[in-house]
């Protein structure tokens, strides 16, 4: 097999286990080379600490990729989460462009909201330039709130089959070309994630765990882009990148003090057979 090379472009968490601190281990334990870019530094996430710190690195990404180009390195994959500012998105464009490789794949997760709501740092604009990104890419990640924002149908806490499939129906006919939609439970402790690929769609269902832990959307979208680049199987990278995030949650419940993340790195040797 060759030795594939991936490019993460999201925050720096210095303390929070989300976002880089979370994609690299992950994609390193699935075998990747992972170069990383960094689109801000915060001292922690921004999902119930305060106070903390935001350093955007916007200005620093051009010359980085300039630097790149000049040495003619590029990747066999890059994958986006959580990112700075809308004029970054325009950048980020820009590297997957210029720096992916010929038939190398693009991962989007818009990272920028859920249960109903943007996260704190975001506004109608980024939503507007995430759309772009997201509807480029080769294959997105949204949750259903991200789905909503994206496509401007109504969020909804209760829903059927019939939602999802228009939430899908609305992402493909704005450009969406695969879509791996997530957080979707059609049964009050069930959950899971909807796989559309190739215009085919699947199910796959799992236990929900009562406590909603931060984090879990990036050890997710990593775990099933790591898998996925070994594996080349959507919905496979799906399944398993799902039974990943059900265990790192179950490892980490019982924790009060444990707020802010999951306890993932215990179990990272979980994917690296896989
Ligand atoms: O987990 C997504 C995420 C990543 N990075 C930062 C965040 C969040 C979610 O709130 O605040 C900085």
């Given at each position: 097999?060759?030795?594939?090379?991936?490019?993460?472009?999201?925050?720096?968490?210095?303390?929070?286990?989300?976002?880089?601190?979370?994609?690299?281990?992950?994609?390193?334990?699935?075998?990747?080379?992972?170069?990383?870019?960094?689109?801000?530094?915060?001292?922690?996430?921004?999902?119930?600490?305060?106070?903390?710190?935001?350093?955007?690195?916007?200005?620093?990404?051009?010359?980085?990729?300039?630097?790149?180009?000049?040495?003619?390195?590029?990747?066999?994959?890059?994958?986006?989460?959580?990112?700075?500012?809308?004029?970054?998105?325009?950048?980020?464009?820009?590297?997957?462009?210029?720096?992916?490789?010929?038939?190398?794949?693009?991962?989007?997760?818009?990272?920028?909201?859920?249960?109903?709501?943007?996260?704190?740092?975001?506004?109608?604009?980024?939503?507007?330039?995430?759309?772009?990104?997201?509807?480029?890419?080769?294959?997105?990640?949204?949750?259903?709130?991200?789905?909503?924002?994206?496509?401007?149908?109504?969020?909804?806490?209760?829903?059927?089959?019939?939602?999802?499939?228009?939430?899908?129906?609305?992402?493909?006919?704005?450009?969406?070309?695969?879509?791996?939609?997530?957080?979707?439970?059609?049964?009050?402790?069930?959950?899971?994630?909807?796989?559309?690929?190739?215009?085919?769609?699947?199910?796959?269902?799992?236990?929900?765990?009562?406590?909603?832990?931060?984090?879990?959307?990036?050890?997710?979208?990593?775990?099933?882009?790591?898998?996925?680049?070994?594996?080349?199987?959507?919905?496979?990278?799906?399944?398993?990148?799902a039974d990943f995030t059900v265990s790192?949650?179950?490892?980490?419940?019982?924790?009060?003090?444990?707020?802010?993340?999951?306890?993932?790195?215990?179990?990272?040797?979980?994917?690296?057979?896989?």
């Amino acid at each position: 097999m060759t030795y594939k090379r991936i490019l993460t472009i999201q925050d720096i968490s210095c303390v929070g286990q989300c976002s880089l601190t979370v994609a690299l281990p992950i994609l390193s334990v699935c075998g990747l080379e992972t170069a990383i870019l960094p689109s801000a530094v915060l001292s922690t996430h921004t999902a119930g600490f305060s106070g903390y710190t935001f350093r955007d690195l916007t200005d620093d990404i051009p010359a980085i990729a300039e630097h790149w180009e000049k040495e003619k390195i590029a990747f066999d994959a890059v994958y986006t989460g959580y990112l700075g500012s809308a004029k970054q998105i325009a950048y980020v464009k820009a590297i997957i462009a210029n720096l992916l490789k010929k038939g190398g794949a693009s991962f989007v997760d818009p990272a920028m909201a859920d249960n109903g709501k943007l996260y704190p740092a975001f506004d109608e604009n980024y939503v507007e330039a995430m759309k772009e990104l997201c509807f480029a890419a080769e294959y997105c990640l949204p949750n259903i709130t991200e789905a909503c924002f994206l496509t401007g149908i109504e969020y909804r806490e209760q829903y059927d089959e019939k939602y999802t499939a228009e939430l899908l129906g609305a992402m493909k006919e704005n450009g969406a070309q695969n879509v791996i939609l997530t957080g979707v439970g059609y049964m009050p402790d069930k959950t899971g994630v909807v796989v559309l690929e190739n215009g085919k769609t699947s199910y796959y269902e799992h236990k929900k765990i009562s406590k909603g832990c931060h984090g879990t959307g990036d050890v997710y979208a990593s775990a099933f882009v790591g898998l996925f680049m070994n594996g080349g199987n959507a919905c496979e990278a799906a399944k398993l990148a799902a039974d990943f995030t059900v265990s790192c949650i179950e490892n980490t419940q019982d924790d009060p003090q444990h707020w802010y993340g999951v306890k993932f790195e215990p179990l990272l040797h979980l994917l690296s057979s896989k």
